[in-house]
């Protein structure tokens, strides 16, 4: 398949326990997004990656959330000590865009999503 | 503060008529617009977005029309069908950065 993949699809950990989700993005995207979704809320900004840098990551909720993206392509949340509240489904999308170095292409900046992990802290 | 809003929570619409999706925004900074759709245990996909330079995209069955005076942009649907049963996000994007900001999203049921 083409598109955004996510695994695992659903998560359920014992409060306290670290958690990792994976995001394979389109191949040769450049731009990967991370994205948090509370049940019955539109999906809230995480981080942001360029490549391998994290230009964004003003929406990361704690320091108990770390996000990498080593080599530009996959990227991994992870979460440490979870909590109740982060319970939520998380979603990755990724996008063609490059920032700066020129015109914005508008059509490029469209973010294709996974279908999400699913995570359940108990 | 909510700087992406949709007001309604649900829509509910008869097959082959219109479906009209409204979505309202604070920040005078977005000017890039999207509206996604999104069916159960799935991720968001895109549907059409609109620069802030137009005031109307069309695409198929899907117009949206961007109101900036208003700071609203609407998604009309039609014909509607069975198939459009979702719940649709609008979501915006600032000049300057590439994050979307989603509103709360509002639910769609097509009765056929």
């Known amino acids: 398949g083409a598109g955004v993949s996510q695994s695992p699809r659903y998560k359920v950990a014992k409060r306290g326990q670290d958690v990792a989700l994976r995001c394979d993005p389109i191949?040769?995207?450049?731009?990967l997004f991370w994205y948090q979704q509370a049940l019955g809320q539109g999906p809230e900004f995480l981080t942001y990656?360029?490549?391998?840098?994290?230009?964004?990551k003003s929406g990361l909720p704690s320091d108990r959330f770390f996000a990498e993206r080593p080599e530009g392509s996959v990227s991994t949340l992870k979460i440490q000590r979870t909590q109740q509240e982060d319970s939520a489904v998380y979603l990755c999308a990724s996008s063609l865009a490059v920032r700066g170095g020129g015109p914005r292409i508008r059509g490029q900046e469209t973010q294709y999503f996974g279908p999400g992990t699913r995570l359940l802290v108990l | 503060d909510q700087q992406v809003k949709q007001n309604s929570p649900s829509l509910s619409v008869q097959e082959g008529r219109i479906s009209i999706l409204n979505c309202d925004y604070t920040n005078s900074m977005f000017d890039y617009f999207l509206w996604y759709k999104k069916y159960p245990a799935e991720g968001p996909t895109f549907l059409i977005s609109?620069?802030?330079?137009?005031d109307k995209n069309e695409d198929g069955r899907f117009t949206v029309f961007l109101n900036k005076s208003a700071k609203h942009l609407s998604l009309h649907i039609v014909p509607s069908q069975p198939g459009d049963s979702a719940v649709y996000f609008c979501?915006?994007?600032?000049?300057?950065?590439?994050?979307?900001?989603f509103g709360g999203g509002t639910r769609v049921l097509v009765k056929p």
């Open positions: 609109i620069s802030s330079i137009k």
């Open positions: 990656f360029q490549n391998e840098a994290q230009l964004d």
């Open positions: 191949s040769g995207h450049v731009s």
């Open positions: 979501a915006a994007v600032g000049a300057a950065g590439n994050k979307l900001t």
